[in-house]
């Protein structure tokens, strides 16, 4: 684990996998709401944790990079269902690097239990993990121009959802009608890190 200074209150802290980002995140979530850290913002990416507006940064670089990281808390959150179409113009391919047929890759992506790792790209967007590391894709060579709002979309280790429609180099798997950003509601986003969120497929799919 590496922090290094940002600014006069932020700390990036540096870690070697997305899991430890995780972990690292649930625990500085729980640090705060106990009282025990004083901090405006704690935001995790793929392999960081950014800790804005923190009180006493250089303590916390010497504390954090010697400390040991508990693992990530058993899932307490409620679950979050997004119904899903699997119709999406990549799914083929996505089975063929399976090694399986597009009924049998709807099946493992419906069944697997799904954490939201982190946040970006857009608002709303969540990078999701939970599918086991052989079943990584790559992006297209070729991205697309405009993805529509909705696409369920796979690429490298993760799962997502585009909120709106945007340019986008993931494998289109599926459609959701679910809202992922609404600014009329509190919170605007759908999925937060640490959320667990499972694909429900619909039964007109």
């Known amino acids: 684990m590496r922090a290094l200074l940002v600014g006069d209150d932020a700390l990036l802290v540096e870690v070697s996998s997305g899991k430890e980002a995780q972990a690292l995140h649930a625990e500085l979530l729980r640090r ?95 990078y999701l993990t939970g599918l086991p590391d052989h079943y990584a894709v790559p992006r297209r060579a070729t991205p697309r121009t405009a993805v529509p709002a909705g696409a369920v979309a796979l690429a490298g280790p993760y799962t997502g959802v585009y909120p709106r429609t945007s340019p986008g180099g993931w494998q289109l798997i599926g459609t959701t009608d679910a809202v992922l950003w609404d600014h009329t509601r509190v919170p605007a986003a759908l999925l937060s890190p640490g959320a667990r969120v499972r694909f429900v497929p619909r039964e007109d799919a």
């Not at 307490?76 to 999406?88: F, M, N, Q, S």
């Not at 083929?92 to 954490?115: L, S």
């Open 32 to 126: 705060r709401a106990e009282g025990a850290l004083t901090v405006r913002e704690i935001v995790p990416a793929a392999r960081t944790v950014l800790l804005d507006g923190l009180a006493d940064p250089d303590r916390w670089a010497a504390e954090l990079t010697t400390a040991r990281v508990p693992e990530v808390p058993s899932r307490a959150r409620e679950l979050i269902e997004l119904p899903v179409r699997y119709d999406g113009p990549d799914l083929a391919v996505v089975a063929a690097h399976w090694g399986v047929t597009e009924r049998e890759a709807a099946r493992i992506h419906a069944g697997t239990e799904f954490t939201v790792a982190f946040c970006g790209f857009a608002p709303g967007f969540g």
